[in-house]
T-cell receptor, first 111, second 110 residues
């Protein structure tokens, strides 16, 4: 148990639809990260929150992507007008010191 | 931009053989971390190295950070089937975020 849950675990959607993923740390953690992982690759950093403030966004995060952490606890990642290239595993991680603990991820398939 | 490369991409070993994966960064790192991801699972933190030339051991696993803090290695002695998975290094330069390597996928043949 990593202390991070993600929902849904799997999502299949049609191209052009919007999708939203949720990340719930079990306890309060200041720092929360979103990553994207495609098959055969390592996780790629997308964005980072310190409490409710979004401090950094990767260039990978196009205008179609938006992330929020309204109360500094759970976080959501929304992808608008999905494209087939968005198909990937979306991982949330919380940081304890310099160690990152990953959630189980949401696997997205865009048809 | 920062890049972290790992070799080999894949490794098949007989159970009981040793295994090593190498990680190279294009920039000097403040620290490096290693993660293991089982098939169908998520990355799980193994260890962090901070000092130049640092060597750490966890049972059959030996982790090393290069003198120049641009490379690292993970060595597994006498592999077991439970070692199966993909091993990622992840480097951090200064206060920047983690950059994950491309990973080495280990298969252990019983």
């Amino acid at each position: 148990d990593t202390g991070v849950s993600q929902n849904p675990r799997h999502k299949i959607t049609k191209r052009g639809q919007n999708v939203t993923f949720r990340c719930d740390p079990i306890s309060e953690h200041n720092r929360l990260y979103w990553y994207r992982q495609t098959l055969g690759q390592g996780p790629e950093f997308l964005t980072y929150f310190q409490n409710e403030a979004q401090l950094e966004k990767s260039r990978l995060l196009s205008d179609r992507f938006s992330a929020e952490r309204p109360k500094g606890s759970f976080s959501t990642l929304e992808i608008q007008r999905t494209e087939q290239g968005d198909s990937a595993m979306y991982l949330c991680a919380i940081a304890v010191g310099e160690t990152q603990y990953f959630g189980p991820g949401t696997r997205l398939l865009v048809l | 931009g920062q890049q972290v490369m790992q070799i080999p991409q894949y490794q098949h070993v007989q159970e009981g053989e040793d295994f090593t994966t190498y990680c190279n960064s294009s920039t000097t790192l403040s620290n490096i971390q290693w993660y293991k991801q089982r098939p169908g699972g998520h990355p799980v933190f193994l260890i962090q190295l901070v000092k130049s030339g640092e060597v750490k051991k966890q049972k059959r696993l030996t982790f090393q950070f290069g003198e120049a803090k641009k490379n690292s290695s993970l060595h597994i002695t006498a592999t077991q089937t439970t070692d199966v998975g993909t091993y990622f290094c992840a480097g951090r330069a200064g206060a920047n975020n983690l950059f994950f390597g491309t990973g080495t996928r280990l298969t252990v043949i019983p």
